[in-house]
């Protein structure tokens, strides 16, 4: 793959635009290009997916500044109180995000806008090219929503906007980069989460006002960061026993490396999803003790699982708002058709190195305010 410079050269040169705006970008590129290069060991799929992916975000970067350019009301608009899902993986809460989604008088990040949020989709004529289409090699290959609820218009995560400023838990998911980890997760996502919502503020450009309604997991890893670019934001958080968690979510990157290598290192992704979510919920827990625990919400997966709708209720209730009738029955019909989804059986833990004795022992903390925030007796 060529290097970062001559990747932001080449976006250049496809869409004729010059500015990135920030340069805040530029680290997270290089850092991420050096760690596909020495360390991923992609196939050949995987070299052109990846690389296509990258150009997307780069093409996406020079066009959203374009916009501003020739359109800075945009920045004028507000993001009032979002609501941000930032709970561990593979807990339910794409699931939620889906619920929530189907409240008409919210907006959420919809699947084909998330990684291509320009043009704005309000200016957009008839019906929109982006809709239901794979926007590029990556999605086309792995699929956007292969491991999670999924839909034409369905909800996704913030990764793609983190992307644009190349500080992402995503592209982890994508290969083996021990070094992009080892950065990523102590980097300053300050401006990336400034430009989210630089993005976010694009999206909703000449749309009736609603509040938003986001989520990754990985915001765990960032709180301080998160926080600082949404200040009045709050937070839902679902929960599971992380054994579970870290073995669903190994077998989801096992999946996906599988696409775009053929030396997939199970052992390797076992001790990166261990660090990783070890490391966010330590930060995620800090964060709420730090006089933020008011600003949680926290819902069990096992009551997710028995009172899908129930649950939803209790949220709205204490975000103060209603849910209407049109509301309560699109999620009653989304919940009815999706939790039909096969469940595949789950792989033996030492496929990845993970014991969960150890694992447990990295999340003692968390399995402790398990207990207050989400006791299990509220989800029997």
Known sequence: MESAKELAAAARAQTGLDSFGSESFREGLEVLVDALNRESRLNDAGEYAIRD??????????QIEDWYRRHPEIDDGEIRAPLFGVSLPRTGSSALSFLLASDPA???????????????????????????????????????????????????????????????????AFAKMP????????????ETYLYEKRVLKLLQWREPARPWRLKAPSHMLWMPAL???????????????????ILSVCTVYADMH?????????????????????????????????GNDDRFFDIHFRAMQQDPLGQVRALYAWLGEEVSPVF???????????????????????????DFDVVRGRFSDYLAHIERWAPLSHAA
């Open 53 to 62: 992916r990258i150009l997307m975000h780069l093409r996406q970067r020079l």
């Open 106 to 172: 919210i907006r959420y990040l919809r699947v084909w806008e998330s990684s291509q949020p320009a043009p704005p989709p309000a200016t957009v004529e008839g019906p929109d090219p982006r809709r239901g289409k794979p926007a590029n090699a990556a999605d086309e290959l792995n699929g956007p929503g292969q491991h999670t609820p999924t839909g034409i218009d369905g909800a996704m995560e913030c990764q793609d906007l983190m992307a644009l400023d190349f500080k992402s838990q995503m592209f982890l």
């Open 179 to 190: 070094s992009y980890a080892r950065w990523v997760i102590d980097a300053d996502l300050t």
């Open 227 to 245: 926080d600082n670019a949404f200040p009045d934001a709050r937070f839902v958080m679902t929960h599971r026993d992380p054994t579970d968690v």
């Open 258 to 290: 599988g696409h775009f290598s053929d030396h997939v290192d199970h052992g390797y992704i076992g001790e990166l999803n261990v660090e990783q979510w070890s490391k966010g919920m330590e930060r995620t827990i800090a964060f709420r003790e730090a």
């Open 328 to 354: 309560a029955g699109k999620m009653a019909e989304w919940w009815a058709e999706n939790d039909k989804r096969e469940r595949s059986a789950k792989p033996d833990p030492e496929l990845f190195g993970l």
